[in-house]
């Protein structure tokens, strides 16, 4: 038997399979130093706890809605405005199951097979994935370090064809921690619209942002934008809510419908009472972010005080989200070789960054302790400075 010819082409994720990797090695007593995550160390704060737990007591544990309860789509509809600018109804926004799911049901929704989709690389590592899945052809399009890791409008038209038929941006970004300003992204907007090109907008890391930057959503730049975006964000990295399973999608009209329909006939509703903790999330005290965000800034400047002080590793300062790349090409290693060794000789785990599509790079990511930090990156000082 052959598994569908679908599903042929289709990659395991390379970081759940080296954070389990990691994982393993802790649990064997291995004093292993785990960069490889991409979710927040943190707990989820109590009041978000209290209301799925106060939600469950109270028997609120049925099918609800399949695009999710009335008051968080409300709630979600709210934020869009007062944190973005942007207006969706509430009947344009569908709750999935995590922001992953949010992605895969706005590219489902769209994309016809042979459909080509520009994704920037490095690119967080699902979205070839399930453009192929779709039956869509990933189009990757390499981007330059000395522009932040961002693609330029030039490379964008480059990248065109007449099989386009989306742009993913995904800012602040994972891998890169990179963050498109204002112009940047109506540069980008501007050629979108002129060929009618479809905008995945993955606004995932918005809250987690650093030196002063500003989030700017896409949609917000004009009537054709907004029509032609995908909206995604979601509860698991702002409010350390991983395991919850709870993102959105927010879309035109046309889109809202097809999702609704699609997820009615595939996951149904996300969780009934984890939607009523992410409904805390949003309508209760914003410090417990404030408070993860000025941790997650002061290991970044820890991680990079550390880099700094390693020859052969190059960055980009990164402006947000919680991961950083060191580009590993002076060592003489692919990233692969780099992370597989590192592992082995320093019990340091790293993702490569081929993986993210470049194989210079590897990703850290800094949700981890600051002791964690400087005991990992003495050892890839060492490491580097042994090869
Ligand atoms: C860029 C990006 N988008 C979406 C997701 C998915 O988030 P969720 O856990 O809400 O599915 C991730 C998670 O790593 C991510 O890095």
Redesign the pocket.
Known sequence: METASRLQKLTPSLTLAIDSKAKALKAEGVDVINFGA?EPDFDTPDHIKAAAMGSLDAGFTKYTPSSGIPELRAAIAEKLKADNGLDYKPSQIIVNN????S?FNAILAAIEPEDEVIIPAPY?LSYPEMVKIAGGVPIIVPTKAENGYKITPEEFEAAMSPKTRMIII?SPG?PTGSIYTKEELEALAEIAVSEEILILS?E??EKLIFDGQKHFSIATISKEVYNLTFTVN?F??PYAM?GW?L?YVAAPEWAAKAIDSLQSQTTSNPCSFAQKGALAAYKGPQDCVTQMVAEYDARRALVIGLVEKIEKLTYVRPQGAFYILLNVAKTGLTSTQFAEKLLDKQNVAVVPGIAFGDDEVVRLSYATSRENIEKGLKRIGEFVAGL
């Open positions: 991409g995590g922001a992953k799911h992605c967080w995904n994972n993955d995932i890391y979601g698991s990295k991983t399973r993102g």
